[in-house]
């Protein structure tokens, strides 16, 4: 196994789009990100540097119409281009027909399978589970390529041991009265995230977040989502080591058009800050992405 490890965040629902009146992070509160990159989080502001590269790749996969959740996040999670095997860009949750592929080669799959470890970050409690047996909800891509690579999920005592993030990176929309569990800061969250990376060459974070806000589905704001991911992505570097790197991604463009009705076809971030930042370079769509973490992450056969 190398000596490094990737911390994956997967901010659902943001493009990377020209800054300006209708893109809510050309203004959005995020110090962090302001100072790391010289400015918001907008696509004039794209750079490589030896241990910064912020991009624009595609994630319209060729494929007429909105970007979507399920064929966007199969794509990014499996490597394959979901919407053409799909026919059409699918939303909320992976084609039937491409769960098994996504089980099989997922982005966990091949790493466990190439001797390196990873781990699935998000906290998953009780209530998760009850409402899957309901069928109250869908297994998302995430889950299914999770459980594919039998990765263990994380639970409330993970939590009180500082070792799983709620999706919504504080637990304040999440965390039950019933449960003594209390939510934390975002820079707490990125700090837990960074601490995982020691035991674990991939550490996986996703949140919907900012594709809830953008879609006016929360209690929270645009701007106060936004100030969470910029105090994750705050916490995370100030905690990860020197030789680990931290990759930001999205699934599709939503949140960075207050005019849009739904989804974008604008470009998502790609945002790599660290020791193996030079490896994403080349990446130009979603579809490299997994590809490129397991190279980084599994050690060649020697």
């Given amino acids: 196994m190398r000596d490094m490890s990737i911390i ?94 996504l089980a099989q080669r997922s982005i966990f799959r091949r790493v466990v399978d190439g001797g390196a470890r990873a781990t699935f970050a998000n906290l998953f409690g009780a209530r998760y589970w009850e409402a899957l047996a309901a069928r109250r909800i869908r297994r998302s891509a995430s889950v299914i390529a999770a459980e594919g690579a039998g990765l263990r999920f994380r639970d409330e005592h993970d939590y009180a041991a500082g070792m799983a993030v709620p999706w919504d990176i504080t637990g304040d929309l999440t965390l039950t009265r019933s449960t003594p569990l209390l939510p934390i800061e975002p820079p707490t969250a990125g700090a837990w995230l960074a601490r995982l990376a020691v035991d674990h060459e991939l550490v996986f974070f996703e949140t919907f977040l900012t594709d809830l806000a953008g879609h006016g589905r929360l209690s929270i704001d645009t701007a106060a989502a936004l100030v969470r991911i910029d105090g994750l992505i705050g916490g995370v570097l100030a905690t990860m080591q020197p030789h680990d790197t931290l990759l930001l991604t999205s699934d599709h463009g939503n949140l960075e058009s207050i005019s849009a009705p739904a989804h974008t076809r604008n470009p998502v971030p790609l945002l790599v800050v660290g020791a193996d930042t030079d490896r994403f370079a080349h990446v130009a769509s979603i579809i490299d992405i997994a590809d490129v973490v397991v190279a980084a992450v599994v050690a060649p056969v020697a």
């Fill in 8 to 101: 994956f965040l997967f901010i659902d629902g943001v493009g990377l789009a020209a800054a300006g009146a209708d893109n809510p992070l050309t203004t959005a509160p995020m110090p962090l990100l302001q100072q790391l990159l010289g400015g918001p989080l907008v696509h004039e502001h794209t750079q490589r540097h030896e241990r910064l590269l912020l991009a624009a790749i595609d994630a319209t996969l060729g494929v007429d119409g909105l970007p979507q959740s399920g064929t966007g996040q199969t794509a990014l999670l499996a490597g394959v281009n979901a919407a053409v095997l799909h026919g059409r860009h699918q939303p909320h949750f992976p084609p039937t027909a491409l769960r098994p592929l």
